[in-house]
């Protein structure tokens, strides 16, 4: 099963890719956690690519490409990819790559929130100064408002997290992503789920079609075996 997510900031997308993870077995592939490897890691690609994000610049799809079709080579199939493609280049890419070598999509699933739940739950994030524990004001208070229940340090407000910033990013998004969403839908692989409410009450909208997407895919390979 080969899965792309999709979703706004705050949309819990990585918390439902890693559900999907534990109940079918599959690979990940984030972007995101790529990319911090490679500047943790101060590769060429990595000093290169800390440039870009210190100005709030976007790294170039040249350099994402390479990284993420670098990793799907080495994961092949059974996998979701989260944070890729977020371009027409990106998308052409991937398709093209996918085409090379036989593997193909089966949903492109789509965590739909509007753009207050987006900042609600984005704006509302605190992070401990020394230990880099996370709460959210009112998902998941301190039990001292602005103290860190672990080690007592002050809690601070990430500058990617205020509002204002928030509401941009979503805008960017949406708009990188409607591209994106119709050439998928195309494919007749794209679904859009509601992703207000509990982390729960949203796996069981998810739940369903992924289960249902494995298990043709298990009979597919009895079939083929
Ligand atoms: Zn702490």
């Not at 009112?138 to 990430?158: H, S, V």
């Amino acid at each position: 099963m080969n899965v792309l997510i999709f979703g706004p900031p705050g949309s819990g997308k990585t918390t439902h890719s890693k559900r999907m993870l534990e109940k079918y077995g599959l690979f990940y592939i984030s972007s995101g956690d790529i990319i911090r490897n490679e500047i943790a890691n101060q590769t060429e690609l990595g000093k290169e690519m800390n440039k870009f994000l210190s100005k709030g610049d976007l790294i170039p799809d040249s350099v994402v490409n390479v990284l993420v079709l670098g990793k799907l080579r080495r994961v092949r199939n059974d996998f979701i990819m989260d944070g890729y493609p977020r371009s027409a280049e990106q998308v052409l890419a991937l398709e093209n790559y996918l085409y090379d070598h036989g593997i193909k999509l089966d949903l492109a699933l789509d965590i739909f929130i509007p753009k207050n739940v987006s900042i609600e739950r984005i704006s509302g994030r605190r992070i401990c100064s020394k230990c880099g524990a996370v709460y959210h004001v009112k998902y998941n208070p301190p039990k001292t408002p602005g103290r860190c229940d672990i080690c007592g340090a002050e809690l601070i407000q990430r500058e990617d997290d205020k509002p204002q910033i928030v509401a941009k990013r979503y805008d960017i998004y949406s708009k990188n992503m409607s591209p994106i969403i119709k050439f998928y839908r195309k494919q007749g692989i794209y679904v859009k789920i509601k992703g207000d409410g509990g982390v729960d009450d949203v796996w069981e909208r998810i739940r369903p079609l992924t289960d249902f997407i494995h298990n043709r895919e298990e009979k597919r390979k009895e079939h083929e075996l």
